[in-house]
C-alpha cells in the first residue's frame, strides 16, 4: 500500500518493514486517521492499484460533495461477495425455493447491481435489475415486471419499497397479493419499526440486509437470525469518541462511537483507519455466528445527523424507532421540528392508505413516549408526502426525513428538495 498507493506512501511512508512487523494494536491506534476530506481531495492517489488493474469501476453519488472514484478488483468482489453469499443463503432459504431476485439500485456507476447479481448467482438464483426511478424503467414498469416473472424477493432501499407499495394502491393493486415474500434494505437507516411497518404493507418479511459504503464496501451483513454482524475476517474495527478521537469505552456489555475501519485484504483501493463518520454499536453475541467471531452490529445514523431536543442529543436510529414503533399502518412519514415557547416540538405527518387515521392508542403513546424521553410536545397530521421523503439514500436520512424549522435549510436539505423536484418531473 505505501509502496503503490501515492497518499498513503505520503500518511504511513515512515513506517518500514521493521515498525510493521512489530506493530501492536496500541501502536496502530497512534496512526493517522483517512477522512472523506482525503478520499475528496486525493482521488485516485488514494489507489493501490491503476483503475485498469481493476475489474469494474464505480463512484460514489456525489450528491452532497465530489463523487470519488471506488474501483474494484477480483479481490475486492470476491472477498466481500463471498462473505454475503455464505450470510445471505441462511435467509434465502428461510424463504422458500425456486427465487426470482428483484435488484433496484441507484445509478449505473454504483455496485449495487453487481454486488447483488453475483450473490444471487453465486446462490443459485435468477435475478433482474430494475431501477424505479430511471426515466427508461420507472415504478410502473418495475411493478409489472415483479408480476410477469413472479419476482419473490428484492433488494433495494426502504424508501423504494415503500413509493413502489405506494404506486401500487394508486394503480389498483395490493401489495400483498403480488407475491413478494421478503425485502432485502440497504443504502438508509431500518430500524425495527420500519422494517415491520413495510412487511406489513407487503406481507412479507423485511431485512436489513447490509451496512456498508460505496468507498468502504462490506461491513455487516445479515445473518439467519436477522442481525446485522462484522465480517472480521475482511475488517478491522474501532470505536472512537467523534468528539476526541480517543477509543470509545466499553460500557454494559456493548461499545458505541464512530466506527474506525481499516480493511484486512489487498484489493484496489484499501483504507487505514477510515473514519466512516456513523455512529454505530457492537456487542458480542451469547453464540457467535458462522464460526467466527463476529460482532452484532448497530448502526445508530451519521455522527453529523445527532439532533437536539430539548437539550437531548438524539440519534437517527433512536429517533426513528420511537415514532415508528408506535406508526403501524403508515406508508410514508416526515419528522418537522419547531420551537415554541423555549421549547422543541415535534408534528410527525404521516401518509396513510386512504388518509385512515392511526389507531388511538398508538397516538396517545407517542405523544407519551416524546414527552417523556426528549420533553417535546407532539402531534401527528396525515395527508400526501412530497418526493423528498424518497432522497435518503442519495443524500441523507436526515436531508430526507427532517423539516427542522428551527433553522435554514441547510445545503443537503436543498439538495434533497432538488432531487424531489427532479423525480416529479420525470
Not at 362 to 369: F, I, M, P
Amino acid at each position: 500500500m505505501t509502496k503503490r498507493s501515492p497518499f498513503y506512501r505520503e500518511l504511513l511512508g515512515h513506517l518500514d518493514e521493521s515498525a510493521l512487523a512489530d506493530l501492536t494494536f496500541d501502536a496502530f491506534a497512534q496512526l493517522p486517521f483517512t477522512t472523506k476530506d482525503d478520499l475528496r481531495s486525493r482521488l485516485l492517489d488514494m489507489l493501490s492499484k491503476p483503475v485498469y488493474e481493476g475489474w469494474v469501476f464505480y463512484e460514489t453519488t456525489g450528491t452532497t460533495g465530489r463523487a470519488t472514484p471506488c474501483p474494484r478488483d477480483n479481490i475486492d468482489s470476491i472477498v466481500n461477495n463471498t462473505a454475503l453469499s455464505v450470510c445471505y443463503d441462511h435467509v434465502f432459504r428461510a424463504h422458500g425455493d425456486n427465487h426470482v431476485i428483484g435488484v433496484m439500485g441507484p445509478n449505473e456507476l454504483h455496485s449495487t447491481g453487481d454486488t447483488f447479481g453475483d450473490v444471487c448467482r453465486n446462490l443459485g438464483h435468477a435475478h433482474a435489475k430494475m431501477w424505479p426511478h430511471s426515466p427508461v424503467v420507472g415504478f410502473k414498469r418495475a411493478l409489472e415486471v415483479i408480476q410477469e416473472i413472479s419476482i419473490t424477493g428484492v433488494f433495494c432501499t426502504p424508501n423504494v419499497a415503500m413509493s413502489m407499495a405506494k404506486e401500487a394502491v394508486r394503480a389498483g393493486l395490493e401489495p400483498k397479493e403480488l407475491g413478494i415474500r421478503f425485502f432485502m434494505f440497504t443504502g438508509e437507516l431500518a430500524t425495527p419499526g420500519l422494517l415491520r411497518n413495510i412487511g406489513e404493507v407487503w406481507g412479507a418479511t423485511a431485512y436489513n440486509c447490509l451496512y456498508a459504503s460505496q468507498e468502504a464496501s462490506i461491513l455487516g451483513a445479515v445473518h439467519g437470525d436477522g442481525r446485522l454482524r462484522t465480517v472480521p475476517l475482511n475488517v478491522y474495527y474501532e470505536l472512537i469518541d467523534p468528539e476526541t478521537g480517543r477509543p470509545a469505552p466499553p460500557q454494559d456489555g456493548y461499545r458505541q462511537g464512530e466506527l474506525v475501519v481499516t480493511h484486512l485484504y489487498q484489493g484496489s483501493k484499501p483504507l487505514v483507519r477510515y473514519r466512516t463518520g456513523d455512529l454505530v454499536r457492537l456487542h458480542t453475541p451469547d453464540t457467535a455466528s458462522g464460526g467466527y467471531p463476529s460482532e452484532v452490529l448497530l448502526p445508530l445514523g451519521r455522527v453529523r445527523d445527532l439532533i437536539d431536543l430539548n437539550g437531548n442529543k438524539v440519534t437517527a436510529y433512536e429517533l426513528e424507532s420511537l415514532i415508528l414503533s408506535r406508526l403501524a399502518g403508515a406508508m410514508d412519514y416526515q419528522l418537522v421540528i419547531d420551537r415554541v415557547d423555549d421549547t422543541d416540538t415535534l408534528t410527525v405527518e404521516v401518509e396513510t392508505r386512504d388518509d385512515a387515521p392511526l389507531a388511538p392508542q398508538n397516538v396517545e403513546d407517542l405523544v407519551r413516549a416524546a414527552r417523556d424521553a426528549w420533553g417535546c410536545p407532539l402531534e401527528v397530521t396525515y395527508g400526501q408526502l412530497g418526493g423528498v421523503t424518497t432522497t435518503g439514500a442519495m443524500v441523507s436520512w436526515k436531508a430526507a426525513r427532517v423539516h427542522d424549522r428551527r433553522q435554514a435549510p441547510d445545503a443537503e436539505r436543498q439538495v434533497a428538495l432538488a432531487m424531489a423536484g427532479r423525480r416529479r418531473g420525470q
